[in-house]
């Protein structure tokens, strides 16, 4: 009775949250980690301890996925340099520097063990950037982040273990490396055949309920696998989403996608509620071990202070130069424009598509030019146009790069992953707990609660409103040229025949709107945003034409 009443108060607490957090202006996971620290004070609530393995295999792998399911595949393409570095590189660096920082200050602690700590806290919380999308930032800017939060922690767990094997000392350079590789590839094939046997088989289940109840076991069909080969399981459950979200609307129908949708958003409230309250709640706990092992507290305070101050600094020196490179990028990319232009105009002729194939090194400059060859040449450089107009509409000055810096927070897999570390071995065990758990908090009341006013401060650029109305134009001719490609039958008498005739067309002139749309999705020629709408009209409109059951004669 007592566990039925907990689950009831913390689902109350999660809506109450959720509900009142806005009308307050602050973000509900804010809310809920200082209900869980005011909580674990009381004096009739036990010290809390969850397991790590709950967290890392039971709750993140869910959440990934479903974040990984809505991320737009183009976007996530296209921002793949800077999320790969972010990533990877800027978790190497900030586990080092910190480390340093950790081996310096915390006595007899040692680089091996300060590098894992330093792992511990560098990467940015999957969770935490739900904070982010509620802040009104630029769609390029959460992707960048959201992509990031959803690859760093194959990097920084992979890390981890490493510098805990080094303190064995069994370290090797190349060991480290072919380590990450190895997680990283087993995770990439499991992802991508979990995903595509996933749609295979949800294709074929008619029922919406039944369909939804599979989408619940992908990500552990993922990840569980990949951590039983020693892969990340995390990459595993995100590279299934992806394979997920960008498939699913060639595959399942309006009603499939739209009951995961709903479902999985309950899902997502429950678990990201779940895990800030947790991470909350834990405190009481971990600042018992610390008093029981006489480190004291205001060390560990002062300790977690300066770490989060190191994580926003090393992460402010690298995002400087990476938006320096995306400039560059973004500049040579237009220099290049009127060159892929003068190629596309050339197309139309197969000599001329011929030749130009050949100087470019595309497909077919080695051997007889197809027609398939001068289809895929032009595929690529619509696709490249798009991406060219795409860097320029949202260019990334110091504005936007101020909130890439500052949206980087910690949170609750920084906790969980401190409690992996060993219990046997580990210098200081419960200190370094608590000053991860200093970092992750402070990082998610400080940050988490600032960004709205930071947003304000520093005026990212708009979206240009001209440009906007020009996509909707261009979107809105897409869709009437798709429709028409499917005429309508005349009016004809009311007759069930009749009926049937004019659903059968109307479903028809939809299917050939939504496939214009996904084609315009892949080559990336409008906004992930104004697509999403389109689509999701296309699916209400469809879902209202088949409910209108067959007419009686």
Do not use: C
């Not at 310096?104 to 300060?114: D, E, M, R, Y």
């Not at 294709?203 to 990949?226: E, H």
């Amino acid at each position: 009775m007592e566990i039925l009443l907990v689950i009831v108060l913390v689902l109350l607490a999660i809506a109450g949250a959720t509900t009142l957090g806005p009308k307050l202006g602050v973000a509900a996971p804010l809310v809920l980690v200082v209900l869980g620290i005011g909580v674990s004070f009381l004096p009739f609530v036990p010290p809390l301890t969850i397991e790590p393995e709950w967290i890392i295999a039971g709750v993140l792998p869910p959440l990934l996925y479903s974040a990984s399911v809505s991320m737009p595949a183009m976007e996530f393409r296209r921002e793949f340099g800077a999320i790969g570095g972010l990533s990877v590189l800027l978790v190497i660096v900030s586990a080092v520097i910190l480390g340093l920082f950790f081996a310096w200050v915390i006595p007899g602690l040692g680089i091996a063990w300060g590098i894992a700590l330093g792992a511990i806290v560098s990467p940015t919380d999957a969770v935490a950037t739900s904070i982010v999308k509620r802040s009104g930032v630029s769609p390029r800017v959460v992707a960048i982040l959201e992509g990031e939060s959803l690859l760093n922690d194959a990097s920084a767990l992979v890390l981890l273990r490493t510098a805990i094997a080094a303190a064995a000392a069994s370290f090797s350079l190349g060991g480290f490396i072919g380590s990450f590789a190895y997680s990283v590839a087993v995770a990439l094939v499991l992802g991508w055949a979990v995903g595509r046997l996933n749609l295979i088989v949800r294709a074929r289940v008619t029922d919406a309920t039944v369909n939804t109840v599979l989408s619940f076991t992908v990500p552990f069909l993922a990840s569980i696998p990949a951590e039983a080969l020693g892969a990340s399981g995390l990459v595993a459950a995100v590279v299934a989403g992806l394979i997920t979200g960008r498939r699913a609307p060639r595959v399942l129908s309006p009603q499939h996608r739209l009951s995961d949708a709903q479902n999985w958003r309950t899902v997502e409230l429950v678990l990201e509620g779940l895990v800030f309250l947790v991470m909350g709640l834990e405190l009481f706990g971990i600042v018992t071990d610390v008093q029981n092992d006489h480190a004291g507290f205001v060390p560990a305070l002062l300790v977690g202070a300066g770490a989060l101050l190191l994580t926003i600094l090393v992460r402010a020196a690298y995002v400087g130069p990476l938006l320096a490179v995306l400039s560059r990028r973004a500049k040579r990319g237009e220099q290049m424009r009127p060159r892929i232009e003068s190629i596309q105009g050339r197309l139309d002729d197969p000599e001329s598509a011929g030749t130009a194939l050949v100087r470019t090194g595309g497909p077919g400059s080695r051997r007889q030019v197809t027609a398939a060859d001068i289809g895929r040449f032009a595929t690529r450089l619509r696709r490249t146009i798009a991406d060219i107009d795409y860097f320029k509409a949202a260019p990334l000055g110091w504005r936007e790069g101020s909130i890439v810096v500052w949206a980087g927070m910690r949170g609750a897999v920084t906790v969980a992953a401190a409690q992996t570390l060993p219990h046997e071995g580990t210098p200081s065990r419960s200190l370094l707990v608590l000053i991860a758990f200093i970092v992750a908090a402070a990082s998610l009341l400080i940050q988490g609660g600032t960004l709205g006013w930071v947003v304000r401060l520093v005026k990212p650029a708009p979206v240009d409103a001209e440009l906007e109305r020009d996509e909707e134009v261009r979107l809105m001719t897409l869709l009437r040229d798709a429709a028409e490609t499917v005429p309508l039958p005349a009016p004809t008498d009311r007759t069930p025949e009749a009926f049937m005739e004019q659903k059968r067309a109307r479903l028809a002139r939809i299917e050939a709107q939504r496939n214009a749309l996904l084609d315009a999705r892949d080559d990336g020629t409008f906004s992930a945003d104004l697509l999403l709408n389109a689509l999701t009209n296309l699916d209400a409109d469809q879902i209202a034409i088949e409910l209108k059951g067959d007419p009686i004669a």
